[in-house]
C-alpha cells in the first residue's frame, strides 16, 4: 500500500469525505508520531488564491456571465433592485462554485462582489436616492456596521476565508468612522494641510491613531483566534487568521512607527527601532511574514539614518537598499531556523504549544 500523505487529508476535506476538524486531528496525530518538519514537505504560512488555470478559467466566465446579467438587471431603471439582484446572483452562484465545487478563486470573487453589493445596497438605505452631500459619522458607521454583519453571516454559510477580510474592512470603516463622531475636525485635518504622516501620528491626531491601533489590536487577536484553533496550518481557519493579521499588521506597525518616528531626532528613531524590532519577535513567534512586511519602509527608513551621513546622496539610497534587501532575503531565508531558536530560548507561556511546531525546524 502506497505511503498516506498529508495532501490525501486534504483532498478527503475538498471531496467532503471528512470535515476540517477531523483532518486536522488526523494531521496533528501524524504529526507528533512522525514529526511536523519531517511530515510537511513545504514550510509555513500556506498561501492559496487558486487550485488551478481552470479556476482561473471560471472566474472570467463568472465575469463575463456576471456582468451580462447586471447589464440586464440595470435596464430595470433601479440602482437598488440592481444591487439586490446582484447579492442574490453571488449567493446563488456561491451554492454551487463554493460549497459543492470548492474553488478558491471562484469563491474569493464572489465574496467580493457581495461585499460591494451589500455596501451599495446599506449605502441607499442610509442615504437614500438623491442624497448629494457627504455622509456624516452616523451615516459611515451605520453603512459599515451593515457591511460587516453581510459578510460575517456569508462568511458564516460559506466559509470563504477571504470573507474574513472584507469583513476586517467593513470593521475598519467601523473604526473610522467612530473617530469621525467622536473627532469630526481631526479626520481629514492632517491630510488638507499637507502632513498625511499626521494622520496615523498618535500626537497630532489622537482620535484616530488609537482608533486604527485599536482596531489593529482586535483584528491581532481575531487572527491569532484562528491560528490557535489550527497550529498546523491545514485548514480554512489558518487561512482566515492569515487575512485577519494583513489587516492588523499595517494598522499596527502604521500607528507605532510613525508616531515615534515623528519624535524626530534619534530618541525617535531609536524608539522606532526597538519597537519594530519587538514587532519582528513577535512575527517570528506567531510564524507570521506579514507584520514584517508591513514594516519595511519603515526598517528602510531608519537604515537610511543610521547609515547615511547626509552628505552622500545617491551612496546613502544605494547603501540602505543594499543593507536592507540582504537582511530582509536573509530574514526570510532562515525564517524556520531562527524561529525554532527564539521559540526554544522563551519560556512557556499560555497557547505556545497552540502556535505552529518548531521542534524539529532546526
Known sequence: MPEFKTDDIRAGVAAGVINEAQAANLIAIANKRLGFRQNMGAEDEPFELFKGFSEIFVTVGLAILYGGMMSVAMLTGSPLAVFVISAALTVAFAFYFTLKRRMTLPSIGLSIVFAGSMAVIAARLVLGEDIVDAPTGYQTLAISAIGAVSMLAYFWKFRVPFAMFLF????????????????????????????????????RNPTMAWTMLIFGLFAFLGGMYFDTRDPYRISRLSACGFWLHILAAPAIVNVVALSLLNLGGTTGYVLAALALTAIALVALIIDRRSFLTAGIAYIGVILAWALGSGDSGDWDIATTLLVMGAFITALGTWWVQLRAAIMRVLPDFPFKNRLPPYQEAL
Open 168 to 203: 476586517g474592512v467593513f470593521g475598519a470603516g467601523v473604526a473610522f468612522s467612530i473617530a469621525g463622531i467622536l473627532a469630526p475636525e481631526s479626520i481629514f485635518a492632517s491630510v488638507f494641510i499637507g502632513n498625511p504622516d499626521g494622520v496615523f501620528d498618535i500626537s
